[in-house]
């Protein structure tokens, strides 16, 4: 299996290009599309087919390019059944893999970051997308956010993958890449060390996180399956670069 971790440092956004080596099939997790044109290189350099662009949920800091990927290439969109979008062309759901090549995908709803979130588990691998974070998790006051659901889907379905599973979350702010389930289970200053339902919801409850920024752009242009708005202010405009304008042309 071909594998690997790109970073937008803009949202600090994590995008995974994973390969089946044997039919050059592809999918890339949580792509973003002021780096479209990167991504489409790191396809033709491998010689890979894109079969799916796949996020874990809707994004309220950048603009997928699921849509312009599929313009480009002829690939398939597959979301999260429960967001049921109807640009998607494929809805994945817990229970059911997605086959690419020799790659099965199982999805796992994670609730809690926003209510249709989905974290992916490939071999000894799980993509948490914005459920759980290396040292931490994802914000829980927009988007039908829920602290209890957060602390449910953590440690009744990540916390009980294998200690040895590699963690692979969707943003990183201080340059780290990887994490462990084991790791998180006993070192999340939020989550480990068995800390409580009402632990956890007062530790979200007191984080007064600001209101961020570009989510009343980039939540409508998400369920469109990456829309970019054309009433930008100008100092949100590299949130959403437009594919013509990538290196790729």
Not at 48 to 70: F, N
Not at 164 to 179: A, E, I, K, M, T
Not at 210 to 221: E, N, S, T
């Amino acid at each position: 299996m071909l594998f690997k971790q790109l970073f937008e440092p803009l949202s600090s956004t994590y995008t995974y290009l994973i390969a089946c080596e044997e039919t050059r099939q592809a999918i890339l997790i949580d792509p973003v599309i002021a780096t479209i044109g990167r991504d489409l290189a790191e396809l033709k350099e491998y010689g890979l087919t894109l079969r799916y662009a796949i996020d874990t949920h809707i994004h309220a800091d950048h603009i997928t390019s699921a849509l312009e990927l599929k313009k480009k290439l002829g690939s398939k969109i597959a979301n999260p059944i429960i967001d049921r979008l109807p640009c998607a062309d494929v809805y994945l759901e817990e229970g059911k893999p997605l086959e690419v090549g020799s790659i099965q995908l199982h999805s796992l709803h994670t609730p809690g970051h926003t209510a249709g979130h989905f974290a992916y588990v490939i071999n000894n691998q799980v993509f948490t997308g914005d459920s759980l974070l290396i040292d931490g998790c994802g914000r829980t006051d927009f988007q039908h956010g829920s602290s209890e659901q957060q602390y449910q889907s953590i440690n009744q379905k990540l916390f009980n993958l294998p200690n040895d599973f590699l963690v692979y979350p969707g943003h990183d702010y201080q340059n780290r890449f990887v994490s462990t389930i084991g790791q998180e289970r006993i070192r999340n200053p939020r989550l480990g060390e068995g800390k409580s339902l009402e632990e956890f919801i007062s530790i979200m409850d007191k984080l007064n996180l600001p209101y961020p920024k570009f989510i009343d752009f980039a939540v409508p242009g998400n369920t469109l399956c990456g829309v970019c708005p054309t009433d930008l202010p100008n100092n949100l405009e590299a949130y959403c670069r437009k594919s013509s304008e990538s290196i790729q042309g």
